[in-house]
């Protein structure tokens, strides 16, 4: 058997020897069932696990990750999860945390093809077209990408304030807030992009349901 493959079960039997040393009644209390206040949104990448870089304990973040953070309208992976941490676990904030360097984003800003993947790229290669004036001025590749990075996540943001299910429950008056993030792979610091909201206040009126 390969060696790293059996390390990572060996991994984890050290790590819940650690946990119950700190606390005997861990797994106990993880067992009753969970109420994490926190949905979040990331990207799939490895560099950017959900917990780690915020500091949050087992039972603390609903996540959903995918190639870029996207918040699809169509995409029933992403709705089930959404659907379930609002009407179910009532969560009270979703937070969108997209990371510059994105792959994602960087592909989509190019005519490579990579394959299947190509239409999932396609969603972001639309959130080009929204802010090209603004991302064509930019002429630094790399500041260009940074931009781009920061509006997909804004759109995502947007597009979360757009589906039913964020207006419904703003609609029966929960209180639920959606933000957008950036993390940085080179320092570990993410940036808060101050589009949070939690009403319907500032989605364009072709998009509000009458619920
Ligand atoms: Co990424």
Sequence with gaps: MDAYYKSLLNKNKAWVAETLSKDEKFFDKLSEG?????????????????????????????VHRNIANLVV???????????????VLKVKHVIVCGHYSCGGV???????????????????????????EELDSIKDENDRLSRFVELNVVEQVYDLAKTSIIQQ???????????????????????????????????????????
Excluded at 34 to 55: E, H, Y
Excluded at 73 to 87: G, I, R
């Design 73 to 87: 309208h169509s995409d029933m992976n992403m709705l089930s999860v959404l659907d379930y941490a609002v009407n």
């Design 106 to 132: 960087q592909a989509a800003m190019t005519n490579n093809s990579y394959g299947v993947i190509d239409n999932w790229i396609r969603h972001i290669k639309d959130v080009y077209r929204f802010h090209s």
């Design 169 to 211: 429950a703003w609609r029966n008056g929960q209180k639920i807030e959606v933000h957008g993030w950036v993390y940085s792979l080179a320092n570990g610091i993410i940036k808060d992009l101050d589009v949070s909201f939690s009403n319907d206040s500032q989605l364009e009126e072709t998009y509000k349901l009458n619920l």
């Design 34 to 62: 969970q109420q994490p206040p926190l949905l979040w949104i990331g990207c799939a990448d490895s560099r950017v696990p959900a917990n780690q870089i915020i500091g949050a304990e087992p039972g603390e973040v609903f």
